[in-house]
């Protein structure tokens, strides 16, 4: 596993920082909740959410979650995302991230029977009524690291 405290310190990424993302990781690196409060360095135009910030404030978690809880001999990016905003966000905004232990054991099965496995995760950052702001879709990429080429048809 990687140093618990390092992670612990994105809050203090200069990303989040400046936007004003808080970030709460779980013990267990399974669930990881974000959250941001509109303000001056997160705003747009028009006094909402800056679609960038809310972007932001989903990057890395499943990618992370799946790091942590694969192990070590697995290489994880993220791959591609997709984000449809639904409504103007404002006032405090959040994110919930999770991913289940069958899930994962699921992902690594198919990463050790397969060259690799790429996963598509969603998850809704909602304001302060649970109104879904935006939708956000992540494709991870995730292969075991010896193999080192993927197998020819």
Same mark, same amino acid.
């Given at each position: 596993m990687r140093s618990k !405290? &390092?992670? /612990?310190? %994105?809050?203090?990424w200069p990303p989040f920082l400046g936007a004003g993302i808080k970030v709460k990781? !779980? +013990?267990d690196f399974k669930s990881v909740e974000s959250s941001m409060k509109l303000n001056f360095f997160n705003k747009n135009y028009v006094n909402t959410h800056?679609?960038?910030?809310?972007y932001a404030m989903t990057d890395p978690f499943f990618m992370l979650i799946l790091m942590e809880n694969i192990g070590r001999d697995y290489i994880v990016w993220d791959k591609a995302a997709r984000i449809e905003f639904k409504k103007p *966000? /404002? *006032?405090?905004v959040k994110a919930h991230f =999770? %991913? !289940?232990? +069958? =899930?994962? !054991?699921?992902i690594k099965k198919e990463a050790d029977e397969n060259y /690799? &496995?790429?996963?598509e995760f969603v998850v809704n950052v909602v304001d302060e009524d649970g109104d879904v702001v935006a939708e956000v879709h992540k494709t991870l990429y995730v292969r075991r690291k010896d193999k080192t080429? =993927?197998?020819?048809?």
């Open positions: !405290a &390092v992670l /612990k310190l %994105i809050n203090f990781i !779980a +013990d800056f679609g960038g910030s809310l *966000g /404002k *006032g405090r =999770e %991913i !289940a232990a +069958d =899930e994962i !054991a699921r /690799k &496995v790429e996963p080429r =993927e197998p020819k048809p």
